[in-house]
């Protein structure tokens, strides 16, 4: 546990490194000479830390509204069968763990 809480902190003071804005580290396409430009004014006076997290946070919004809120929050077995009923059987010697996989052994 204490490992666990070491190496959090470790990445946050990594984060905030990372994030810190100065020319070392977290440079605005302004100050590499514009080798990264994004052809807007107002976003190449932006660190590029912060527009790449923007960005990244922004794709997985519109993902999760668009896509990850229509599937179903449990999954459900094939043709009813719970794994519960499939590991009793197989505890019970009804068959092969490695071969019995709906009927087909190949």
Known sequence: M???VLALAWGGGMLVNFAWPRAAS????????LALNFHWHWLNNRPMFWTVLVVVALV??????????TKPSHLQAPGGRGLR??????????????????????
């Open 85 to 106: 009923d499939r590991g009793a059987r197989i505890a019970g010697g009804g068959g092969d763990a490695l071969t019995d996989r709906g009927g087909a052994a190949g």
């Open 60 to 69: 997985g919004a519109a993902y999760f509204a668009l896509v990850q809120r």
């Open 26 to 33: 977290n440079p605005t396409p302004l100050q590499t000479g």
């Open 2 to 4: 204490p490992l666990n």
